[in-house]
């Protein structure tokens, strides 16, 4: 792609992170520099991700997060919804606090976090884990499941249709566990949807 056009977003960011996954750091020394030269001009050359490799200053990382969520689709107000109490939490003894993740199976983050999972204090936390992917037959995933007092395995639905599920909920906290990797679903967490309020 790069040989047909060197300036098509994002390639020097993916042919750098491919090769990493493959451990072939021959063009790192490089194409690192190549790569974060662009991105301070303001290049679409790297996903925020990947670009972790790339570089440890927070500014360009930032720089680059922001740079890739202009282009994510604009959110649009939901049109229904449940009424949403605006004083929850002075008439829940609990906060509700919900963990939403694709990554609730055989993945670092449930093996990094399910002891906190199984940790909520729950004299002062209702927990609620919600899973974007499913996966009922791992070791990591039946611990984690275990873990929160209610589970929620919504399956494929739009980010409207999610937001309007975890909006029912009436949480007082949401946890994005995704980030902007592979799975992410940053479109559900647009401020304009509000689906937490």
Same mark, same amino acid.
Do not use: K, M
């Given at each position: 792609m790069l040989e047909i056009d060197p300036a098509y977003p994002y390639a020097r960011g993916a042919r750098l992170h491919a090769e990493l996954q493959i451990a072939d750091w021959t063009d790192y020394p490089a194409s690192a520099?190549?790569?974060?030269?662009?991105?301070?001009?303001?290049?679409?050359?790297?996903?925020?991700?990947?670009?972790?490799?790339?570089c440890d200053s927070t500014a360009l990382q930032l720089k680059c997060a922001r740079q890739f969520a202009a282009l994510q689709p604009a959110a649009a107000p939901l049109s229904t919804g449940a009424t949403r109490s605006t004083d929850r939490g002075s008439s829940r003894?609990?906060?509700?606090?919900?963990?939403?993740?694709?990554?609730?199976?055989?993945?670092?983050?449930p093996y990094l976090m399910a002891g906190l999972f199984e %940790?909520? $204090?729950?004299?002062?936390?209702?927990? #609620? !884990?919600?899973?974007?992917?499913?996966? *009922?037959?791992?070791?990591?995933a039946r611990r984690v499941q275990a873990?929160?007092?209610?589970?929620?395995?919504?399956?494929? %639905?739009? $980010?409207?249709?999610?937001?309007?599920? #975890? !909006?029912?909920?009436?949480?007082?906290? *949401?946890?994005d566990l995704m980030g902007y990797t592979g799975e992410h679903r940053a479109g559900l967490f647009a401020i304009a949807r509000r689906p937490f309020r």
């Open positions: 520099p190549d790569i974060l030269a662009r991105l301070e001009r303001d290049e679409r050359v790297d996903f925020p991700f990947s670009f972790l490799a790339v003894e609990r906060i509700r606090i919900a963990y939403i993740s694709a990554d609730f199976l055989e993945h670092p983050t %940790r909520h $204090d729950r004299r002062r936390f209702e927990t #609620i !884990g919600i899973s974007l992917r499913e996966d *009922a037959e791992s070791p990591t873990a929160f007092e209610r589970w929620i395995a919504p399956g494929r %639905r739009s $980010d409207e249709d999610l937001a309007r599920v #975890i !909006g029912d909920l009436q949480l007082d906290i *949401a946890v």
